[in-house]
């Protein structure tokens, strides 16, 4: 059985004061959450709120903490950059790779998006690798080719066993941010194509169990629509995981 995962992606927002108080709001409805040793939420919070976010989730078994990027190298003259080492020290045990915003501000190419998968992975962090095609590629009907080379060139270096520790989001990046969601078809086709993808490198077997969010404006009012196609296991959610009646009502769609 695949792992049904909610990811909070924060992005760069909010002070330690709101942090720590969206953490707590999370923390205290733990009971009334649906989640299990299959269902988890991770929150990827920004880096200075980590080790806050590890000490208020430690008694929420199900729910985990994600960084929202690590660079390629193991330590060094890099400064500003977080290491995967730093984040392993923290006990942090997931990492968003390869979001459309830093492929688009901060130029990562699928190339170096390959050496940051390949050292998380050393480190033992399960990196959630974000795909997904722009607009004038949905236009020009050429999505799914896009996201098979953003994989086949990221992710067709790991063995079978790498690739199964490894969380894949697929976030066209005509949806994010904009209110503009993709149907719950579209977000079933681009799913089981890259299914597909995985399968020609990996075989059925290996494909089957990897978890695939979708992400890209999901709101409480299409979580259970999305998440309910059979190639949908679960959703990386940015502006609504701000606010903690809403991400609440869209874990436990
Ligand atoms: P959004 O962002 O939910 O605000 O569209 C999703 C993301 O960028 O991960």
Known sequence: MRKQIIAANWKMNGTLDQAKKLLEAFAN?????????????????????LLLAKDILKG???LEVAAQNCYSKKSGAFTGEISVEMLQSIGVKYVLIGHS?????????????????????????????????????????????????????????????????????????????????????????MHASIRATLATKYGNDVARKISILYGGSVKA?????????????????GGASLNAEEFINIINA
């Open 29 to 49: 409805e733990n009971a009334s959450l649906t989640v299990d040793e299959n269902k988890i939420a991770v929150f990827a919070v920004p880096a200075p709120y």
């Open 60 to 62: 929420s078994p199900y």
């Open 101 to 189: 915003e830093r492929r688009e501000y901060f130029n990562e190419t699928n190339a170096f998006l390959a050496e940051k998968v390949n050292i998380s992975l050393e480190y033992g962090i399960a990196p959630i690798f974000c795909c997904g095609e722009p607009l004038d590629i949905r236009e020009a009907n050429t999505q799914n080719d896009y996201v098979a080379s953003q994989i086949a060139e990221s992710l067709f270096q790991l063995s079978k066993i790498e690739i199964t520790k490894l969380i894949i989001a697929y976030e066209p990046i005509w949806a994010i941010g904009t209110g503009k969601t993709a149907s719950s078809a579209q977000a079933q086709e």
């Open 221 to 237: 009012s299409n979580a259970a629509e999305i998440f309910a196609q059979p190639d949908v296991d679960g959703g990386l959610v």
